[in-house]
């Protein structure tokens, strides 16, 4: 079930048409603003919203903020639509608990491709330009970082498992590089979300390039 918000009709409509057209994907309902979209998530539970960054009242970066707050809506996973593929207040929804983001020309594939990650909450969405955008931001020199104490509770090996989390990996290429089933890759990332009490993988991956447990390219083979 997929909730869109977006203050745009014509955009709302175009991207409903896309997702309608498959079997496995519904949208359930639309928002204009943020207060309907959190209104929304709290009555229907959807999978999966499209949230649109700039809307009147209370914007998409707030409601994200609020769902991510929302113990009862844990399993929604939120995923940022913008105009511009480098938009810093992106880098703080990423940190708040968005799933990701894309941009509005991104193609039909992609779209569908990451409606589908989203709701699952396999892998990050839009891995090589998620990744730039992090990259972007926090990597700057001038940003200033706390220890964190919550990354000393991970094993070596939870801490390698984050490295390729960084890197986009999903819960299959994890296994495949550290010779496990996919199972023990999907409990070691599990674990890894558990002691840093993020609500998905994006928020690992902030951590991971906040604490400089990896910079981008280093994953290339």
């Given at each position: 079930m997929i909730l869109l918000a977006d203050h745009q009709r014509?955009?709302?409509?175009?991207?409903?048409g896309i997702?309608?057209?498959?079997?496995d994907l519904h949208v359930v309902a639309e928002a204009a603003d943020?207060?309907?979209?959190?209104?929304?998530?709290?009555?229907?539970r959807p999978d999966a919203v499209l949230m649109d960054i700039r809307m009147p009242g209370m914007d998409g970066l707030e409601a994200a903020h609020r769902i991510a707050d929302d113990e009862r809506?844990?399993?929604v996973k939120v995923v940022m639509l913008t105009t511009f593929d480098l938009d810093e207040y992106v880098y703080g929804a990423l940190r708040g608990g968005a799933a990701g983001f894309l941009v509005k020309d991104t193609e039909p594939a992609e779209l569908l491709h990451a409606v589908r990650v989203a709701a699952r909450g396999d892998a990050l969405i839009s891995p090589s330009v998620t990744r730039r955008l992090i990259a972007e931001f926090a990597l700057r020199p001038d940003r200033t970082r706390r220890p964190d104490r919550r990354?000393?509770?991970l094993t070596t090996r939870e801490r390698e498992v984050m490295r390729l989390i960084a890197a986009g990996c999903t819960h299959h290429e994890i296994a495949t590089r550290l010779v496990v089933s996919p199972l023990t890759a999907k409990t070691y990332v599990g674990r890894i979300m558990a002691k840093l009490g993020a609500r998905d993988r994006s928020q690992v991956v902030v951590m991971a390039y906040e604490y400089r447990m990896v910079t981008p390219g280093w994953l290339t083979d």
């Open positions: 014509l955009v709302r409509a175009g991207i409903r997702l309608d057209d498959e079997d943020g207060h309907a979209a959190l209104a929304t998530c709290r009555e229907l809506l844990a399993a990354l000393d509770s």
